[in-house]
């Protein structure tokens, strides 16, 4: 079963840091394009940051570029994100992804980094608040 589950969301001060996990079993991350992307209520998909499995090439929003950090394990089969300068703007629930596709429905492809996502998990919040 292709699963991934997203981890180490919660309540920060602005300009407070956050890592986020992201565990995946059934499948091996570094055969895949990986990447984070995020939700606000009543906003779209916003996409963060990926990593190219053609090449490595590491894409990140513009919206987050200087403050975030995508990174990998391969040992442990987990990705992750190291959110530095935390804004209130950066509130959402935050998904990891992967262009690894069960069945090629769902398919969700950002408008701010170059790769399509065909797997999710279910999201961890991130609040960031005074």
């Known amino acids: 079963q292709v699963q991934l589950v997203e981890s180490g969301g919660g309540l920060v001060q602005p300009g407070g840091s956050l890592r986020l996990s992201c565990a995946a079993s059934?499948?091996?991350?570094?055969?895949?394009?990986i990447g984070w992307f995020r939700q606000a209520p009543g906003k779209e998909r916003e996409g963060i940051s990926c990593?190219?499995?053609?090449?490595?090439?590491?894409y990140y929003a513009d919206s987050v570029k200087g403050r975030f950090s995508i990174s990998r394990d391969n040992a442990k089969n987990t990705m992750y994100l190291q959110m530095n300068s935390l804004k209130p703007e950066d509130t959402a629930v935050y998904y990891c992804?992967?262009?690894?596709?069960?069945?090629?429905?769902?398919?969700?492809?950002?408008?701010?980094?170059?790769?399509?996502?065909?797997?999710w998990g279910q999201g961890t919040q991130v609040t960031v608040s005074s």
């Open positions: 992804a992967t262009d690894l596709s069960v069945d090629g429905s769902g398919w969700y492809t950002p408008k701010e980094i170059s790769c399509p996502f065909g797997s």
């Open positions: 990593i190219s499995s053609t090449d490595g090439r590491i």
């Open positions: 059934g499948f091996t991350l570094d055969y895949y394009h």
